[in-house]
Each structure stands twice: as C-alpha cells, then as structure tokens.
C-alpha cells in the first residue's frame, strides 16, 4: 500500500508542477527502469474471497475503529494498494455507508473542481457497500445523479449511502 500511496503522490505532483524538459527526460528514465522492475514480477490472482460476502458486514469497520475498509484494496476507486484509486477511508454507522476521500489535482475536471465522473464512481461504490452491509452482491443498472454544487480537490469530502428501498429484479 505504501508503493501505491507514493505513486498516487506522483501522479498528483506530476499534473500539478511545471517540469523542464530534462527533468520531465529524468522522470522518464527512472519510470522505464520501475515499469521494468514490475512487469517483470508475476501476474496477481484475483477472486472473491471463497466465504463470499456472509462476514462481509463484520469485516467493514466502525468509525471508531482504527481499520480502513480493505475487501477491495486494489479497486479501481478506493483501494488503497491501487496506485490509481483514490484511497478513500469507508466505514459503517449501523446500516450506513460512509466514505471520507481527499480528491487530488490528478482528477481535476476543470481548476480546482473534480472531474463528475470520478465524484460518481465514489458514489456508486459507497452505495455498493450498503448492498454488501445488506449481504448482497450486486451492480449498478443505473446511476442518475444531479450535482448541485461542484466537487473540489485538495479538500476532504464525505457521501453517505443507506438502504431506502429493497425491489426484487430477475436478471436473464
């Protein structure tokens, strides 16, 4: 997690400095020799953990615990061990979903506001832990959102999620 914590930290630092030309040729040469140094290590197996989502509920913390919710560590969105997540802290208050996330420069739609895709994501997987508080796997069909306001970066931010309604659907 810390090696995908410093890469974050790059990417943040590379979309928010003005670097030369030779500095920009001496960030290529030591990213060659890293890119170099991973790829050459086995591929990673992923899976569903084999008891499923049953314990799910007791593996996501309280806020006063000290744990982050790391099921998913490498999730595009919130994984912590994923250089490209955003490494949002989630936790539950009873049957609610929280989610604290500091958005950076990275993911600027327009100067000092998140890009709304981004914002969606977090919201769409803060409402996917409701669903696996409640011990069901599912996807999102549809997503409408309505922004009322923008989204900054630089500034932490916070969505809650909770279970208004349960509908039964069949999937073909």
Same mark, same amino acid.
């Given at each position: 997690m810390?090696?995908? !914590?410093? %890469? ?15 500095? $920009?040729? #001496?960030? &290529?040469?030591?990213l !060659?020799? $890293? ?9 990673? /197996? /992923? ?13 996501? +913390? ?6 982050? @919710? ?25 049957? %609610? ?13 327009? +100067? ?21 508080? @409640?011990?069901?796997? &599912?996807? !999102? ?7 009322? #306001? +923008?989204? +900054?970066?630089? /500034? !932490? ?16």
């Amino acid at each position: 997690m810390r090696a995908a !914590s410093l %890469t974050r930290e790059l990417g943040h630092d590379f979309v928010a400095r003005d670097l030369s030309a030779d500095q $920009l040729d #001496e960030v &290529t040469v030591h990213l !060659s020799e $890293l890119l170099d140094l991973v790829g050459g290590a086995e591929p990673r /197996q /992923q899976s569903i953990p084999s008891e499923g989502f049953a314990k799910f509920k007791a593996a996501i +913390p309280e806020r006063d615990q000290a744990m982050r @919710h790391q099921l998913f560590a490498d999730s595009i969105v919130s994984g912590a061990a994923n250089p490209m997540g955003r490494d949002g802290s989630f936790w539950r208050e009873g049957d %609610t979903a929280v989610m604290d996330v500091t958005l950076g420069t990275v993911v600027e739609g327009t +100067p000092g506001r998140a890009h709304g895709g981004i914002v969606a994501a977090l919201l769409d997987q803060t409402m996917g832990l409701v669903n696996a508080i @409640h011990h069901v796997l &599912t996807f !999102s069909v549809q997503l409408d959102i309505f922004y009322l #306001e +923008p989204t +900054p970066v630089n /500034q !932490s931010i916070a969505a809650r999620a909770w279970l208004a309604q349960r509908t039964a659907h069949a999937v073909h």
